[in-house]
Every structure is written in C-alpha cells, then in structure tokens.
C-alpha cells in the first residue's frame, strides 16, 4: 500500500524557515517525478516544486524561487522541502505527491499546514 506521510508544518513569523518532510513507501516502482504542491482556502491545489528521481532535476514556480529549496534522500524514501524567507502569501496546506502534474497524481500526502503570521 502506498503512503505519503508530510510533517513540519507549524506556525512561523515573516522571514521565517521551515522545513517540510514527506516519507514516501508502499511504492513497487520509483516514480519518475515527485512534487510539492500547496493548496490555500478558495484557490486551486497548485504545484511549486518538483525533482526528477532518476537525475535530480529541479523545478520551481516562480513565487518560491530563490526561497524554497527542494530535495530527496532516495535510501530514506524522504522528500523535504526547505523553505526559507517565508511570506504570509505562503501560508496553505502543503501536499507531497507522486506526480508533479496534478492530474497525473495517484497518491497525496495528507497534507501539513503552514501559516506565515507575526
């Protein structure tokens, strides 16, 4: 059975940093690609971050360049998301998931929440 499991969310002031976990198992083959998406109320789940499993190739969205940091530990089945320079806009529940195309995604995370409040 596969499983996503996030953790780290919290509460953190402006300019602040966390970082965000996802453990990943259950899975028979390595998906090619996983992501990071977030999701805050009224708005769609969209995706900010993603890393290749075969060569490590990155990917971001333009509003968490240069702040938020993507990577993976393959022998842990671990995928972290390093989030620095944090904004109140940044404030969502945060999914980890086995595409980084929504529509392709079989399995989410449960999801971990993030709120950027002073």
């Known amino acids: 059975q596969v499983q996503l499991v996030e953790s780290g969310g919290g509460l953190v002031q402006p300019g602040g940093s966390l970082r965000l976990s996802c453990v990943m198992s259950g899975f028979t083959l390595d998906p090619y690609e996983i992501g990071w998406f977030r999701q805050s109320p009224g708005q769609e789940r969209q995706g900010i971050s993603c890393?290749?499993?075969?060569?490590?190739?990155?990917q971001y969205v333009d509003s968490v360049k240069g702040r938020f940091t993507i990577s993976r530990d393959s022998a842990k089945k671990t995928m972290y998301l390093q989030m620095t320079m944090l904004k109140p806009e940044d404030t969502a529940v945060y999914y980890c998931a086995d595409n980084c195309l929504r529509t392709l995604v079989d399995n989410w995370g449960q999801g971990t929440q993030v709120t950027v409040s002073s």
């Open positions: 890393i290749s499993t075969s060569d490590d190739r990155k």
